[in-house]
């Protein structure tokens, strides 16, 4: 198996207003429900990670240990990086960290994870909240998107009814 990054965006989470800390952003009833259908999917379709990062602001947080906890994925750690600005140089420390022929899920935010999907496989996309997108390493600079699902498609896959 060759190095798999995937990218799970957190799911739907309350607005944000000038007067509220954004980091604290709790994910609502349907956000909670994608993260659910995404640790589903991922276990439906024989996922298994040797590491899941997330983003240490709440609605990424909780939407990880949703879908972990869902999917049996494996014990979430918090990465720093993953709050804002990461990127592609990130992206590919993690798994060089990770090692030969493993597959890390990482748990964000846009803009950064559709920018990191374009810079190592040169594909625009729209990753939904609460979307999954996979990309298998085909040297140490780039790679080769092998998966691009929206929420709807995930609770497909996991059995739920969209």
């Known amino acids: 198996m060759a190095q798999q990054l995937w990218l799970l965006r957190h799911g739907e989470a309350v607005p944000h207003d000038a007067t509220s800390d954004d980091a604290a952003r709790d994910l609502t009833d349907r956000g909670r429900e994608q993260a659910r259908a995404a640790g589903r999917a991922l276990t439906a379709l024989e996922?298994?990670?040797q590491f899941v990062f997330t983003?240490?602001?709440?609605r990424a947080l909780d939407t990880a240990e949703l879908a972990c906890e869902a999917g049996g994925l494996g014990e979430v750690v918090v990465h720093q990086p993953l709050r804002s600005g990461f990127d592609a140089d990130e992206a590919r420390a993690l798994l060089h960290a990770a090692g030969a022929d493993h597959r890390i899920l990482v748990v964000g935010h846009n803009p950064d994870f559709e920018q990191v999907v374009h810079d190592l496989t040169g594909a625009r996309i729209d990753l939904k909240k609460g979307g999954v997108a996979g990309v298998r390493m085909s040297g140490p600079a780039t790679g080769e998107l092998?998966?691009?699902?929206?929420?709807r498609e995930l609770d497909r896959i996991g059995g739920g009814a969209a």
């Open 47 to 49: 996922l298994t990670f």
């Open 55 to 58: 983003s240490p602001k709440v």
């Open 146 to 151: 092998v998966a691009l699902l929206r929420p």
